[in-house]
């Protein structure tokens, strides 16, 4: 835990971590206990963030359900889903075969709706192996496709320098979503 006062800081607190550090700022003028108050809430903020942004497999099933109910009629029924820290360049993975679906740990921390889209993903490659128009026309119904696509790619060329990384051929057809660099 480390405290850093400013004095350009007037009224705002802030919180983020830093590897295993947790850094709170706070105005130079906070008194000590103004501080222990702000640092507490501070803490507690980011232990709930993550909370949501970090959930558990026990979580993760429960959320592929509801993704699966929402989007997909419930028809995707997966035995099993996972955090998986082998997933090399893919963001998760599914074994229609098996039933069984895996989500990079990368994933954890990012947005809830970029989760949600590896997501329904994968749950969809339950009902559609392959990326075609069929597994597109699933996809469809998920509002931030396109963003949650941006987001991942803008994440894999920041970590990689590169775009280039599993990205399956698009469909043809104007009304379908491209396809996904990674899964």
Known sequence: ME???SRRRAR???AWREGPRTIVAIPARFT???EREWVGRMVER???QERRRRPSDAQLVARATELSRRYLGGRAVPTSVRWS???GRRWGSCTP???TIRISDRVQGMPRWVLDYVLLHELTHLLQPGHGQAFWAEMVSYPHTQRARGFLEGYAFARDGTDDSDVPDEPAGDDVEPA???G
């Open 3 to 5: 405290v850093r006062r």
């Open 12 to 14: 705002t607190v802030s």
């Open 85 to 87: 820290s082998n997933q």
């Open 46 to 48: 980011l232990a709930a």
């Open 97 to 99: 075969a098996e039933g």
């Open 180 to 182: 996904d660099r990674e």
């Open 32 to 34: 000590r206990a103004q």
